[in-house]
């Protein structure tokens, strides 16, 4: 009765393993597809990315919003460019820090019974390492979303000072920075086409949007020449283009030492390399001879 209770916890492991990659694979396979973007997006909310977990499912997995965990990822969130509630990432981090570890567990024992090592369980666990350790990596990626995003809001504000002579309006000088964006583009769109509803609240909630220090200080700019387009609010632009450039230019210096880094460490692999092959038997012998004298 036991080993057929322990064949269908493992069947259904591997199972649930196969299910839930296989659905991964099916929806990254679905991501890939073309899709047209709803024109108004601020009346589309419809989809989950709209809606809030409700806190009872948060009580049954032990979560709760005013925790320092669910907060710290709530703000990296943010600045990484989830618009989504981030109760769904932190809850679907805990459901899976917990049948991963089981699935793992019942594809090894099929693997131990049938005598072959399969990389399944490996994946599974390095997917468990991410998910416990995902605060460093969800830094990183929102500082690399920060820096592409400053290098974006730099080359627009230099295309909106070209344009501090034209006669054109604010929303037509923002509709022609467009294409020169590509990590903003979606929140460009969306900022332009809300622009003659509420242009206040359009700006409001595309600072809440980027979510970085220098996103809030372009749109604060950009709300400025909206109200008072003179040649004293272009100077101020010019300064915070002169900022924008400062800051690249420290990312960029970080970036080649920590490129330099990883060099350094990658060229000391051959070293420990030789060391290993040709001088540590060397040593051991030496070891042994010193020993055999004693």
């Known amino acids: 009765m036991q080993m057929q209770m322990t064949q269908w916890l493992t069947g259904f492991s591997l199972f649930a393993g196969q299910l839930l990659f296989g659905f991964i694979a099916v ?92 990389l399944l369980p490996i994946g599974l666990v390095v997917l468990i390492a991410v998910l416990y350790a995902d605060l460093p990596w969800l830094r990183s990626i929102r500082k690399l979303r920060a820096y592409r995003i400053t290098k974006e809001i730099y080359i627009m504000s230099n295309q909106l000072l070209y344009l501090a002579e034209s006669s054109l309006h604010i929303h037509t000088k923002l509709t022609r920075c467009v294409p ?3 990590v903003l583009r ?48 272009y100077e ?15 990312a960029k210096e970080s970036r080649k030492e920590t490129a330099s880094y990883g060099l350094f460490i990658i060229a000391g692999i051959p070293i420990l390399y030789t060391f290993q092959v040709f001088i540590y038997p060397w040593i051991r012998e030496g070891q042994k001879l010193f020993e055999s004298l004693g």
């Open 27 to 118: 929806l990254a396979l679905f991501r890939l597809l073309p899709r047209r973007r709803p024109r108004w997006t601020h009346l589309v909310k419809l989809d989950w990315q709209h809606q809030q977990v409700p806190d009872r499912w948060l009580r049954r997995l032990r979560l709760g919003r005013d925790q320092s965990s669910f907060a710290d990822r709530e703000t990296l969130l943010a600045g990484c460019g989830l618009t989504a509630d981030a109760a769904w990432y932190v809850a679907g981090r805990r459901i899976l820090l917990v049948l991963l570890p089981l699935i793992v567990l019942g594809v090894l024992g099929v693997d131990l019974r049938q005598g072959r090592a399969g």
């Open 180 to 182: 020169y964006t590509r």
């Open 186 to 233: 979606g929140e460009m769109d969306r900022l332009l086409t809300e622009w003659y509803h509420d242009a206040e609240q359009a700006l409001r909630r595309f600072k809440h949007r980027i979510g970085t220090d220098d996103g809030m200080s372009f749109a604060e700019t950009i709300d400025s020449l909206r109200l008072h387009e003179s040649p004293e609010y």
């Open 236 to 250: 101020l632009l010019r300064e915070r283009i002169q900022d924008y450039k400062e800051k690249l230019e420290l």
